[in-house]
């Protein structure tokens, strides 16, 4: 089961201070909530885990690996998915195109034999394109399989990100908001679909949300930021009644 | 041939065909093949299980799910070992279901999803007779441990199993299958008053079988893809009876929101449908239309009247002229065959239309574009059709001349009776409605019909629906909500007039439609509600409704009507399972409104 280790974290924007020495760990196939008000630093430490900031200091470990200081692309290819708050799709080709490219990591092909879609190529485009079918199936998009992303409903195309990010075959996957401006019905799908995941799929996800109900509702643990601190961790019954997270979300008396 | 059950006709088919498609469905974006032979071991396997589950003859087995191949293996399967089917809305509410599973006092259920599932979990302890649910999808099920779940690969397993055990004992459960018993119990939607469930036999099925095949014959050659809920007599009879003894393939498509691509990939030549699906289609074409390049519009409206006219000719039995033939064939090139491929509905050769009166402008246009739709008429009790028209010789307004097999008549108050093999046996635990329905062996339906000189079936309508204004004069409300529905802006219409002085009708706009004529207008909107009470929707549908008075007589044109200010839903017990209105139940509900009609 991977398990994710996150150590002590710090990291400084020029004089200010984003993360001060945040600590928690996602346990496997665990659905780990991270909340906080806005600016809290919860998108930063996303950032950290993949790569794309380097921490001032602090460690983290996927299956007892620091992984700190690996590129993004090789943090990817140890099995860590994202998705991203705006959508951060390909917006001129299609869902299928869009899923291909999240099974990069799998394909070995080089230029020369993918060009002229040799024997070997050729084989793997099927491997490949029949794991996305399987993603396509589990996410209900088949009837967008073919059109061009930009085309697609906002609901939709958040989908089809997650669907991306499945597409890598991750370990862990990381989802920075996934129900942000969405409607009742669509929060509640992709509710159904991020449960799916952990329990069909056995991966790990951690996930930011700001809709509290999704996420009461469906975490198995929840861990709050404010101001770049950790300020309590806990399931989600003692997230709800801990005096310093309403205080942090309803402000001081 | 009269020891034929369906089960048997079934083992005659796999011998017959066994490499052959049966089956095909959609999956991962690819059409997967499904043999005769993959068929029987499916069917195989999951009557074995079902049996070494404690399946004793008789048993009911409960299926609820949407349309999928493991449908038909569970229903072959249950009737393989004896029991009996029953169908289930997948739409049904959890009230609904547990209805059904209780009345038919179900000891077995088998669910497509989750979706489905939830609905048992919820209700199973209020059912003492049910021991297990199967579960043909087990996507987010797996962390469920409730015992009374089970997967169909397990019991597929378990049969399998058995099988390599036993090799003959299938083979002996099928032989032990009775023309006499019981194979389904189809629960009727029910208008009126809570579902009823109507036994078949398979004597019923064989025989009304028969029938169909001297009206149409269908071959292995045929295709059709299965789309009405499986639950409804008439997709049984066409997803499931109708290849037994044919061969014909069945298609299964992707999802409901693939369906239109899904059907133009596999271009059936059998079509069954229902009107509101042909009124859906007409209303979208006519509104793409208007967005449709102006060339293309141009051509449409010029040759959509010379097809009505080749169409009419064609009915009518007058000679088409040599002018108007080679027209008609430039207007086929250009306009009716892309149209009717894009619809997936090009290679059609047979195109049914049940389940309730079409109108008759809706037909006129899909014999326009060259589609024959014919309408049949039949209903649950006499296992699924009665009277169709027989190959072009279709007269607009009737549901044809009664299928071989039947002797009928009509009552002194107009009430169609029929008799024959495929009469059905009776209402399951209810006497009472079956001493009623079933008298000394004549069915009494309780539509209102009568025959034309040609002896094609007229339909009047539903005996309880009957209109009598304050006048006398009988009214048949279904012809006018017909000529209504056919406006692309109204989905849904309903007549008042029982005791009153004039007609009146509640009206349902339709969302998409008004929505889009809105936008065009520059009529600002937020919602159906704001949309229905907008001054300028309520004129343009006075003007679809004197565009449908028009053509009626003075007695049964609409004066008066309302807009709904809300859909029409299931949910709140205004609709049926398949869409129809429940009449009584919108007239106590919108009884306010109606008073104000008649102010």
Partial sequence: ????????????????????????????????????????????????????????SGNIFLDDKDIVGLKPYQIANIGVGRTFQNIELFKNITVIDNLMLGRHRFIKAGILSGSFYLGKCLKEEMVNRDRIEEIIEFLEIEVYRKKIVRMLPYGIQKRVELG?????????????????GMNTEETEDMARFILDIKEEMGISIMMIEHNMEVVMDIADRICVINFGTKIAEGNPKEIQSNPKVIRAYLGED | MAELTLPILFAHRVKELGEGVALREKKKGLWRRISW???????????????????????????????????????????AAGGISVGVYPTNSYVQVKYILDHS????????????????????????????????????????DDPIITSFREVEDIGKSIHEKSPSLFQGMIEETKPDDVAIIVYTSGTTGPPKGAMLSHHNITSVLDSFFKVIPISRLDSLVSVLPLCHVAERLFSLFIPMKSGCTI??????????????????????????????????????????HPVKRWAYDQFLPLGQRVAERRLSKQDVSLFLRLAHFFAYLLVFRPLRNRLGLLQVRECVSGAAPLSKDIMKFFHSIGLMVKEAYGSTECTGVFSMPVGNDIEIGTTGKPIPGWEYKIASDGEILIKGPA??????????????????????????????YQGNLKITDRKKEILITASGKNIAPSEIENRLKFSPFIKEAIVIGDRRPYLAALIQIDLDNVADWAQREGIPFTTFKSLSKDPEVYKLIQGEVEKANKEMSRIESIKK???LEKELDRDDDELTATMKVRREMIEKKYGDLIERLYK
């Fill in chain 2, 105 to 144: 006092q179900s000891r077995f259920v088998i669910v497509k999803d989750q979706e489905q599932a939830d609905k048992i979990l919820l209700i199973k302890d209020q059912l003492p007779f049910l021991e297990k649910m199967v579960v043909i999808d087990m996507k987010g099920l797996r962390k469920y």
């Fill in chain 2, 561 to 563: 009507f309302v807009l």
């Fill in chain 1, 1 to 56: 089961m991977p398990k994710l280790e996150v150590k002590n974290l710090n990291i400084n924007f020029g004089g200010i201070r984003a993360l001060n020495g945040v600590s928690f760990v996602v346990e496997g196939n665990q659905l780990f909530g991270l909340i906080g008000p806005n600016g809290a630093g919860k998108t930063t430490i996303l950032n950290i885990i993949n790569g794309v900031y380097y921490p001032s």
């Fill in chain 1, 164 to 180: 991306r990010a499945l597409s890598m075959d991750p370990k862990i996957l990381l989802l920075d908001e996934p129900c942000s």
């Fill in chain 2, 423 to 452: 009469v059905f046996a009776g209402y399951f635990r209810d006497e009472e409605a079956t001493k009623s329905a079933k008298r000394d062996g004549w069915l009494y339906t309780g539509d209102i019909g009568e025959f034309d």
């Fill in chain 2, 37 to 79: 032979d993959e068929y029987d071991t499916h069917v195989r396997n999951f009557s074995l299980g079902l049996k070494s589950f404690g399946l004793r003859k008789g048993d009911r087995v409960s299926i609820l799910g949407d349309n999928c191949p493991e449908w038909l293996y569970a229903d072959l399967a249950t009737q």
């Fill in chain 2, 251 to 292: 298609n299964f498509a992707e999802s409901i929101d693939t369906l239109q691509a899904d059907m133009t990939e596999i271009s059936p030549t059998i079509f069954l449908t229902v009107p509101r699906i042909l009124e859906k289609i007409h209303s979208a074409i006519t509104i793409k239309m208007q967005d449709a």
